[in-house]
């Protein structure tokens, strides 16, 4: 029998993006506080203009450097997300420092599901959970397990949701 494999990375230009926005709310509300801070500097006395200046300045250049250093972090991560789909097992790597791979066979999958907050309908992407079925000393299937795969594409996300279910129903 042929075995047939089908690897997902990169998973699509918006789950990059939203991996970056998700580390980068800190910073977001650093430019908010910054560009209210430059907009009301006329109501502090005027003896403070100057160093308001400089902060403003100085905050600037370091919302700047954590800016390159998010989307830095942003890429690395993105480009060790992977999601592997072969004929015994489901397959996710991801991690940035340290790499880590989670093999499911397609037999302890209880359950695959798709969730479309209205977030994510408004980004065109998914969060797929997928629910597989424990074993503890020899009690098989007596705990279950969650793995939650964020940012996923919405059509490549349907498309993993039908393979693994697919693959499932033919593992049982």
Not at 26 to 43: K, T
Not at 125 to 135: N, P
Request: proline share 3%.
């Amino acid at each position: 029998m042929e075995q047939s494999v089908k690897t997902y990375s990169p998973l699509g230009n918006k789950t990059f993006v939203l991996l970056v926005a998700k580390r980068a709310m800190p910073v977001i509300v650093s430019v908010i506080i910054l560009i209210l801070v430059f907009v009301f500097r006329n109501l502090f006395p005027a003896q403070f203009a100057g160093i308001i200046d400089s902060m403003i300045l100085t905050g600037i250049l370091i919302i700047t450097i954590f800016l390159c250093v998010i989307i830095l972090l942003g890429k690395m991560e993105y480009s060790h997300y992977a999601i592997t789909l072969d004929d015994d097992s489901f397959k996710v790597r991801r991690g940035m420092i340290s790499e880590e791979e989670t093999a499911v066979p397609y037999r302890r999958i209880k359950n695959v599901v798709v969730k479309r907050g209205a977030t994510e309908q408004i980004w065109g992407v998914s969060t797929i959970v997928i629910t597989i079925l424990g074993e503890e000393e020899g009690l098989a299937f007596s705990r279950e397990t969650v793995i939650t795969l964020p940012f996923i594409e919405k059509t490549i996300a349907s498309e993993i949701q039908n393979q693994i279910v697919e693959k499932a129903g033919h593992a049982q």
